[in-house]
């Protein structure tokens, strides 16, 4: 058993992840200014699927499982008294922090937007590792990062897990062999404060040996795990709008309700994916595998498989029969790219990937289908666009 | 003539540019909150030469040159609409960023000092950013970062200039070659910030085609220039507290005030300097050779010479029979390093740089004589340490 905090508990990952290691017996503790939900108010749209309160969420898990989980309201990157207090009181073995603005579109809609993503997941970031060492404890962060560090990948090579292998030549003839962080390469305002918390987290476990596991997660999708199934009042948000829905889950919900499964470009970008219930799993392993005391921060792929936008779309419209429409990418990214991954770690450590081939797919058509009654089609189409160019061709087309 | 903001420029650095571009012809603004006479005050500790206020130092630069600065007094940090609107306004060519916290010791004192520094330069860098791209205007923006994103050499190596090639083997046997921004190895929070900073630069870079230069200075010594030597009204700042004071200039101020000349550690650290006159002619430099639009972040080592701190004590002792006391290092860094660093780009445009050898070391020892009576021998010793370990072997030692 672990005593756990889990920063930004109340979201698409955290809330799931929270009752997985609940119903493992560990004590957890959900930290969550409920930016999110507040966030949906701002964009004039809500989950699909019927969320409840937090205080709803708790009442009835305590009632399905039997384990109470605690829950503080507030900002932990404007309040860090609050968050230093509470690791002082509640002495956690491990923190994971999911305490960050997430939505790529929604990092680039303006310079509000740009500059609410930075300060909030940059600060937040940098209070969670200075509150550990004020705090003199050794806590295990578990941070939530994601493939978009890396990049779209580059032909030929496969894309480690976080460190990559470089000779250098140098003035005098040698050649240097050395393991270095892969060089960052984001796509999105939100994307680049990922890759700033790296150096964040490789400086203050290079100074204070905080201990700490990176990962770098794929698009998810899915919606339900086993805990979230157990009681329609437990269940995980769902979003299909254009800043925060996902492509595989917006292609799901866009079929459902009979709308064309709109593609970006041509999709031809290849991206990793992975379910939400091998989410929770990945986690667990990590909170079960922490670095040494020492050792550098450990980063794992957190990824199953990768597939073409467009194949996706295919898949979904061989399912559902939708139609498929191609429109000019609001991203500023290259049209079509290759990705392979390295995801040996999780592997090694016995994740039983669930697969796109799954009957899970089908679960997230039902869910779109079951509450295809809130949804609002206008909030569908992405209206953010990476800079003036794409929004004038988005225009124009 | 240029239109030219400077942020930060009641500053070490950023006063005497504003002169300098003033005196060059430029049309100059000055956006400033005073942060640094502020901090002076939360330190209880003085610049060592009698800096006037603002309003002084303008009166009396325009009475000297004819010229006019303009003087905005705000928080780039915080207030991003007036920054926005001051450059639609004023409509610059440029804009130089000295707009952060650049003490490593400060950035180390405590939890607050960690907080404060990343959530003021990083906010700084990115509404700077995000406010030229809502502009719409094409502003070259020049930067000052530091030699302290590359960490401290590796054998062997000359530091490039913010790139460097590697080879990567890839999975079916060829050899990748790419040029990638020098890993980054902060040695303190500053510093990491500063390696943040990058990572916003190469993303607006290439996402909305802004245009930077990015200057790795090494540590400045001298106090004057040309034009802060006009009237003892237009006299630039000198730190000598443990915080502020960089190394050069604090080993003659404690030999000035017969105080023993404090060696951190071994003194084996190797470390690239500049003199503040070449600082500014290199500031002069990088603005008159912009990159073009489309052009990825041009990098420049803004640094002349490198020198054991050691062998600078030697040398001031030498020269003043100062004693040399090596005490405990506070900061968490090797005792010992190489450093070899290309420059040729500041060489290549015309600079001819002022050394050690000069009679400017003279100079430095003279204002350190002069204004020997405002010096507060309590303020000499840094009392900020990296982290727990160093702390307390400072205090057993």
Redesign the interface.
Known sequence: MKKIIILGGDGFCGWPTALHLSAQGHKVLIVDNLSRRNIDNELEVNSLTPIQPMGTRLKVWEAVSGNKIGFYNFDVSKN?HRL?TLIKEFQPDAMIHFAEQRAAPYSMKS?WH??YT??NN??AT??IL??I??S?LDVHIVHLGTMGVYGYG?A???IPEGY?????????G?T?E?E??Y??N?GS?YH?TK??DQ??F??YNK??QVRITDLHQGIVWGTQTKETRQDERLINRFDYDGDYGTVLNRFLMQAAVNYPLTVHGTGGQTRAFIHIQDTVRCIEIALNNPPAKGERVKIYNQMTETHRVRDLAKLVAKLTHAKIDFIPNPR?EADENEL?VANDRFLGHGLKPLTLEDTLLEEVLEVSKRYVDRCDLSKIPCVSY???ERKNSQKTS
Chains 1, 2 share one sequence.
């Open positions: 860090y230093l310079s740009k500059r930075v300060d940059l600060n940098n209070n200075a509150a060492v004020e003199g580059t030929g090579m496969k990559l292998k470089v000779k250098v030549d140098t003035d005098d040698q240097l050395q270095i962080l060089p960052a984001p305002i680049m890759t700033q150096l964040m490789a400086y100074n204070d500023n392979y990476w800079n003036t």
